[in-house]
């Protein structure tokens, strides 16, 4: 499964930014999708996930309250809405895809996922 990632850009703190994932040709629902981040000099980590079906979402604390993520079933997509955004927001953006029986499963560990997508860069300037 191939996913892309749009969505980043430059912008300044206090900005929104809306963040998509889709993968063309498949279907993209039968999907848990999450979506990380990589700092420069850091590691990645978990910023948001959802289930397949969109009834369950889950957020890191760094996050929460700011972002939000959904699922677009016309569109196939999956997007992180970041508003609020902060310096510390910036980072390389990347969505992931791990097919599972279960509309409710999410999951918050990047070892969960097998799809990745080639990620997108944001940029949060003071």
């Known amino acids: 499964v191939q996913l892309q990632a749009s969505g980043g850009g430059l912008v300044q703190a206090g900005d929104f930014l809306r963040l998509s994932c889709g993968a063309p040709g498949r279907a993209f629902n039968s999907y848990a999708v999450g979506w990380f981040r990589q700092a420069p000099g850091k590691e990645r980590e978990f910023v948001a996930a959802i289930s397949k079906s969109g009834s369950m979402a889950v957020y890191a604390d760094s996050v929460k309250g700011r972002f939000t993520i959904s699922r677009d079933h016309a569109k196939n997509t999956a997007d992180l809405q970041m508003n609020s955004l902060k310096p510390e927001d910036t980072a390389v953006y990347y969505c992931?895809?791990?097919?599972?029986?279960?509309?409710?499963?999410?999951?918050?560990?990047?070892?969960?996922?097998?799809?990745w997508g080639q990620g997108t860069l944001v940029t949060v300037s003071s």
């Open positions: 992931a895809a791990k097919s599972t029986p279960s509309s409710r499963a999410y999951y918050t560990g990047s070892e969960s996922y097998a799809y």
